[in-house]
């Protein structure tokens, strides 16, 4: 329920409903899009990534002088859970073709693949297989089916959504995998939306020229997800995994390959070695850092983990110096803070609207851009709403949306938004929700080509842990996209190098020439990375805490 | 979430919103100076005081746990935090997903920390979409006595026990459509006296629908031939040589569609 405080702008946004309902239904903009300029100005002055403290130097690794979103910088710049000289490689607990580093949707895809080609997995995963970032994705994923559109066209929206700094072959491999992605999936048994005529449902999302994005209902990453895990646990001959099991240090051969990695049980806090041919991480982004004190629509895992490994054993990162920030996270109630609020919201025809009720802004512009276009509209021109708590928001106008396509819908397409809020009192189909940007999605990641492949033979990147394939900003329905496109593409090509390498001796000695790198460097931290899970002890509990340590939770 | 509900850290970390804000700043001294209403919760037996508007998530977290097993996406998508609770005066046993649970004075729960349920190992491309799939996998089902106490069970307010019905009669898209939310807490699972693992069901009936029975695109068949025929290689390598001005200019000519129902 909304407190009385809110009720004469929610009265406005009532008022001016029915006009823009008429400029809805007219299908044309119902604001005009921003130019290039206007794009470029709003960012510059709004986007938290412009902030001047938003970025530092690194002062050590592959990217050393670079610029990078602080709280990557600092992760980066810490020491190893691990002491290399307590473990003896040569005696691995566990070997096998390929270690997939992370049990989302990209490592399950890629563990799927890699057994049509021939390869033996362990999946090793910090909470449960399926905890991931993958489960959560709401609207839909984009893929050029429709006979408007063509991958070439899906490949332009892209590559402009991403500021034209994307790799071009891996939005061609994006766009060009994506048809086949919506075959694969189908065949696997997820349920896409459909038309009467058996063709796929799609619908617009920011920044996109055509409509093509496939969804099953709001809940695509959840049906998608638990169908790749069920195929996964289909086969537990070939495919191992070890749940509350994240790696916590990559291990490379005396060649400077990359031969499977150090394995913490989060549970009795052993460590394993396993041995591999090949390996993946797909661990995800990294939401939970909560750059900049920004809530986040990530899930409990997301603290980045891939990245320090892979930066530790000499991988190069991409475009470590941009955030995305989802421009509807919710702001109210105080318990969903943070919460994602689908895109599929404004690409049902949802609008964004500010305390007088009024339109700001094309509601389907890319995310950066959007999110920027809300922080003005609050910051700048006071137009936004505050709530009780503190924070501020612009109201995204969803009873349109059963107005648009008739009573239901709402019910129908977005049950799990639906669910969200009507147990706090809030009617989505006949009140606003209350939106402002929340940190959502790691734009860049370890460098990859079109085969996955890092700097480091042997090591493959698929998802969100990996950059290039969406520039400095991603579109909407383009990660889930990525982590099947990237996930599959990263299984072939692991299973076919597993076939061929021959491994030398294991070694660990990058992680000792990191920390030697750290004390030249003259960095004196106590940090510790990956850091594994968030804290959100109270500073009164942690004071009392005398015998835990809590950097990176590590006891 | 404990950390972002506590005012003195907003303070300490202002996020970009509350920076500029003159009544945001005015509301948070308002609040600061108001003692936050407590209630206290009972976290496996052990009695806690909680900020009266926490989630069972935010008291567990707010008490002083590291939360490892029984947290997950924090929103209600991936049903890691299954708990079950009682409630004083009450004879009731309710569940409920921790992330999205509000507390109650005198709570006392206890989160699951994983639900013990068979998944048959199977072959999709070997199963039919009838109930011969249920009568091979899921045996147990038929043993479903109607007592509803799944139903009751789900913090999804799903349809449980209709659609175990469902899955007796062989009605795949009932079983589909039915369970197409859930989330695979086990709460239904762990509440059964006939020890059916419904949620495994229904994501059996929904892999055998989208397989089977869901319509397939003929505007997807067309375009993976387009695709498999090189028909867009010509068009990629030429937009993969052009130069960021070129792309540029035809970015911003973009024609958009228009959306139609």
């Known amino acids: 329920m909304y407190p009385e405080y809110m009720r004469p702008s929610l009265k406005k946004v009532e008022e001016t409903r029915p006009r823009r309902f008429e400029l809805q239904k007219s299908g044309k903009p119902v604001f005009p899009p921003m130019s290039a300029q206007e794009r470029e100005e709003v960012l510059k002055r709004f986007h938290p990534d412009y902030r001047p403290d938003a970025l530092r130097q690194v002062r050590i690794g592959p990217n050393k002088g670079e610029l990078l979103t602080r709280e990557v910088a600092d992760m980066l710049e810490a020491h190893s859970r691990i002491d290399p000289s307590q473990f003896n490689l040569d005696r691995p607990d566990f070997e096998t073709d390929i270690l997939i580093i992370g049990g989302g949707g990209a490592g399950c895809a890629a563990a799927i693949i890699a057994l049509k080609h021939g390869a033996k997995s362990i999946i090793s995963t910090k909470l449960r297989l399926g905890d991931a970032n993958s489960m959560m994705s709401q609207g839909g994923m984009q893929a050029a089916v429709t006979p408007q559109d063509s991958p070439t066209r899906h490949y332009l929206d892209a590559i402009g959504g991403g500021h034209f700094d994307n790799k071009p072959e891996l939005v061609r491999a994006l766009t060009e995998d994506g048809p086949e992605v919506v075959k694969w999936l189908e065949e696997l048994g997820v349920i896409w939306d459909k038309r009467p005529d058996g063709n796929n449902y799609v619908l617009h999302g920011g920044g996109t020229s055509r409509q093509r994005m496939h969804s099953c209902r709001d809940y695509t990453g959840a049906i998608i997800m638990r169908t790749l895990m069920d195929e996964v646990r289909n086969h537990p001959e070939e495919i191992l995994i070890l749940e509350f099991m994240p790696t916590v240090e990559l291990i490379l051969d005396n060649k400077g390959r990359c031969a499977g990695g150090i394995l913490y049980n989060l549970e009795t806090e052993e460590y394993y070695v396993v041995k591999a041919k090949a390996t993946i991480i797909a661990t995800g982004g990294y939401g939970r850092l909560h750059i900049r004190g920004f809530d986040t629509t990530n899930h409990y895992g997301a603290t980045g983990d891939g990245l320090i490994m892979a930066y530790r054993a000499g991988a190069k990162l991409l475009y470590m110096d941009s955030v995305q920030y989802h421009p509807t996270g919710a702001v109210f109630p105080e318990q969903i803070a943070g919460f994602l609020i689908t895109e599929k919201i404004r690409g049902a025809g949802g609008q964004p609207v500010n305390r007088h009720g009024e339109l700001f802004v094309f509601p389907k512009e890319p995310r950066d851009v959007e999110s920027a276009a809300f922080i003005r509209e609050c910051l700048e021109r006071k137009n936004g709403i505050e709530t009780p708590s503190g924070r501020v928001g612009v109201w995204l106008d969803s009873p349109l949306i059963d107005m648009l396509h008739g009573e239901g819908y709402v019910a129908k397409n977005f049950p799990a938004m639906y669910r969200q809020f009507i147990r706090y009192g809030i009617d989505i189909t006949k009140e606003p929700m209350l939106t402002y940007p929340s940190l959502h999605y790691q734009n860049g990641g370890i460098e990859i080509n079109a085969r996955c492949e890092t700097n480091i033979p042997g090591l493959y990147v698929a998802g969100e842990a990996s950059g290039g394939v969406h520039g400095r900003n991603r579109l909407m329905g383009n990660s889930v996209l990525d982590y099947n496109v990237f996930g599959r593409r990263a299984g072939q090509y692991a299973a076919e190098y597993a076939k061929r390498v021959r491994l030398g001796r294991l070694t660990l000695n990058h992680v000792l020439e990191y920390e030697k790198e750290l004390k030249k460097a003259g960095i004196r931290t106590t940090r510790i990375a990956p850091i594994l899970l968030p804290l959100y002890t109270p500073e009164i509990v942690r004071q009392r805490q005398l015998t835990a340590r809590y950097e990176g939770n590590l006891r | ?261």
């Not at chain 2, 913090?155 to 939310?181: C, T």
Request: proline share 5%; net charge positive.
């Open chain 2, 1 to 261: 979430m404990a950390k972002k509900i506590s005012p003195k850290k907003a303070r300490k970390n202002p996020s970009p919103s509350l920076e500029t804000s003159v009544l945001a700043e005015a509301r948070e001294a308002e609040r600061l100076a108001e003692p936050r209403k407590m209630v206290t919760v009972y976290i496996m037996g052990k009695a806690y005081k909680v900020p009266a508007e926490s989630t069972i998530m935010g008291a567990i977290e707010y008490a002083g746990y590291q939360i490892k097993r029984g947290a997950g996406c924090r929103e209600g998508f991936c049903g890691a935090c299954a708990t079950v609770y009682r409630l004083p005066g009450d004879f009731k046993i309710y569940t409920g997903l921790a992330c999205t649970t509000l507390v109650q004075d005198g709570m006392w729960l206890s989160q699951l920390p994983s639900i013990p349920a068979h998944k048959p190992v199977y072959d999709i491309e070997k199963l039919e979409p009838n109930i011969t799939a249920f009568q091979q996998l899921y045996p147990e089902i038929f043993r479903c006595v109607a007592c509803n106490t799944c139903t009751k069970a789900c913090p999804q307010n799903l349809e449980v026990m209709e659609y175990i019905q469902a899955a007796i009669r062989g009605d795949i898209a009932k079983v589909m459509d039915l369970s197409f939310d859930c989330l695979c807490c086990g709460l239904c699972s762990i509440r059964c006296p006939a020890e059916i693992v419904h949620y495994n069901v229904g994501l059996l009936a929904k892999r055998l629908y989208g397989r089977y029975l869901s319509p397939r695109s003929a505007e997807l068949e067309r375009r993976l031939q387009e695709i498999r025929s090189g028909k867009y290689d010509q068009e990629y390598r030429k937009l993969m040589k052009m130069s960021r001005e070129e792309l540029k200019k035809l970015y911003y000519a973009r024609d958009i569609e228009e959306e139609k129902e």
